[in-house]
């Protein structure tokens, strides 16, 4: 499981900071301003979840399955939550804004709160 958290840690944080490079500078010939503010939260929600992952995988021995399931809920809240803010924004520039997305992120957004909430039972713990 420490693998997996440092895995996906290294790739989401790879990822952020190819997507934020594209929102700056693609993106911005063809965004608007709120636009551009959706697809940096993507970004930013991604790699700060990425860091956490990488925190995870490094600092803890990740063996039960109250942590696997918190590294589940990180690993897929994020493809949820950024994801579908990627897709929302790109399929709007183009006039056909995939609506079918809209409630996935609050979804991802639910799993990455469980995510934490799980971190910090096991902190008071």
Avoid at 20 to 27: C, K, S, W
Avoid at 72 to 94: N, P
Avoid at 102 to 121: A, S
């Amino acid at each position: 499981m420490v693998g997996v958290a440092q895995f996906f840690g290294a790739l989401f944080g790879m990822l952020a900071i190819i997507f934020g490079a594209f929102g700056a500078h693609a993106l911005k010939k063809i965004c608007n301003e709120d636009q551009l503010k959706s697809f940096e939260t993507g970004v930013k929600y991604q790699m700060y979840h990425a860091l956490l992952l990488l925190f995870l995988g490094f600092n803890l021995k990740l063996e039960t399955v109250l942590e696997h399931t918190m590294v589940y809920f990180i690993i897929v809240g994020v493809l949820l939550f950024s994801f579908s803010i990627y897709g929302l924004v790109l399929s709007s520039t183009k006039g056909k804004k995939w609506r079918f997305l809209g409630p996935i992120t609050p979804l991802g957004g639910v799993l990455l709160v469980l995510g934490w909430g799980i971190l910090l039972y096991t902190v008071i713990l």
